[in-house]
């Protein structure tokens, strides 16, 4: 190994200047420790900087380890209880920067989501933090006859020593925005087994007779419960010309298999059936489609009925049985998809590096002193809502803690 100068040794080296990442990195630079970030991106934060429509959706003030998605259900105890959402909320308000609660405790920046990244970047500052962008890393090595250092870190800046490496480099979600596969092939290289991954809160696709009339409806939204694999979420959807997207939708992508049906109840918040016999008995002479387009958008209605196969007439032609089924056909919607638009636009990965090899406390493989996996190259996926960002805070710091 070419001999290494003191200006390329570090005590901590982080791999990734995402959220995880950078919040790792100042809570080492806090406590005293030389630290350097290596990111590969031109741009500092970009899946931040684009997040939340560009207010970046930073946590949820109901985050818990019940909304998140893991081969060990309780491997995000430690890290959420060590690190609350209230504890990062704390920083913000440190920081004046201004926020608001959107829905279901989601937490919007007010002005824009350079707030955080601009926080984080003060907050590496103060800490010391060292951060090397536009920097290739090539090879990581296990290093024995180097005093102190146990990483060789191979970079396009050189070679670089420390003693704690951080692997922080995310999924694969958004290639657009410099997402690898690097995390995996690094956790592989240590023996450490990765859980498959695949697109999360993601946009479904539709088969062709499907989108032939939903693209059609491109940018109505409704509300509904969605439900696939016996869990739900209830929010509203998207049409798009491509299919079907919304927060319900990319909830429950994160639990939807290939080539199962999700059911989509587009009256989710009361009982279609029972409203349309009290119109029926009320306004006999009222067409269903108008009865309907009390609830939903007039171009819907008359795209819907027709693709359920249901009959529009007055309601007081319609038998109870008959109203019955129309009121069915809007409540147990079972829709295959034909896929999800994949890691293009998918806000997350799920799967990642196995948890059974890693500590829950610190983020450190248990089998391999001082190599660390923070983030989202884990396999832990947070729901839609800030929750991902809450779990980039809260394994970065319990990492920041040790390394």
């Not at 309907?292 to 007055?314: E, I």
Request: proline fraction near 4%; aromatic fraction near 10%.
């Amino acid at each position: 190994m070419q001999e290494v100068s003191a200006n390329q040794q570090a005590d901590v080296i982080v791999i990734g200047a995402g959220a995880a990442g950078l919040f790792c990195a100042i809570e080492a630079g806090k406590r005293g420790r030389k630290v350097v970030v290596i990111d590969h991106a031109k741009r500092l934060g970009g899946k931040i900087l684009m997040s939340g429509g560009g207010r970046c959706n930073f946590t949820n003030m109901y985050a818990s380890h019940e909304n998140f998605i893991c081969e060990n259900p309780h491997f995000c105890k430690s890290a959420l209880s060590q690190y609350t959402q209230w504890d990062f909320i704390a920083l913000v308000n440190e920081h004046g920067i201004a926020y608001h609660e959107k829905t279901l405790g989601q937490l919007f920046c007010d002005h824009s989501a350079k707030d955080i990244v601009d926080m984080l970047l003060a907050e590496c500052k103060k800490a010391n933090v060292v951060i090397k962008n536009r920097t290739e890393v090539s090879t990581v090595a296990e290093v024995t006859d180097t005093e102190g250092f146990r990483y060789a870190v191979e970079t396009s800046q050189g070679t670089m020593l420390c003693e704690s490496l951080v692997i922080a480099t995310g999924g694969l979600s958004m290639p657009k925005l410099g997402a690898t596969p690097y995390g995996y092939k690094v956790a592989e290289q240590f023996g450490l087994p990765i859980i498959p991954t695949k697109a999360a809160l993601v946009p479904f696709t539709l088969h062709e007779q499907d989108k032939a009339v939903i693209g059609e409806l491109s940018g109505i939204s409704v509300d509904a419960n969605a439900q696939c694999n016996k869990v739900n979420f209830n929010e509203n959807i998207l049409f798009t010309h491509r299919g079907l997207s919304g927060p319900a939708v990319l909830q429950i992508s994160s639990y939807w298999e290939p080539g199962q049906a999700v059911e989509f109840n587009l009256f989710p918040n009361g009982d279609l059936l029972n409203d349309l016999q009290q119109q029926q008995q009320d306004s006999p002479d009222t067409q269903l489609s108008t009865a309907l387009s009390k609830h939903y958008p007039k171009r819907f209605v008359t795209a819907a009925l027709p693709y359920f196969d249901v009959a529009n007439k007055p309601l007081k032609q319609y038998t109870p049985k008959e109203l019955a089924s129309a009121a069915e056909a809007f409540t147990q919607w079972q829709l295959k998809p034909n896929g999800t638009e994949g890691y293009r636009t998918a806000e997350v990965t799920l799967g990642g590096v196995n948890t059974d090899y890693i500590s829950s406390k610190t983020m450190e493989v248990k089998q391999q002193k001082g190599l660390f996996f923070i983030g989202e190259v884990l396999d832990v996926t947070g729901w839609l809502g800030g929750y991902n960002f809450q779990w980039a805070w809260s394994s970065g710091y319990v990492a920041g803690q040790v390394v």
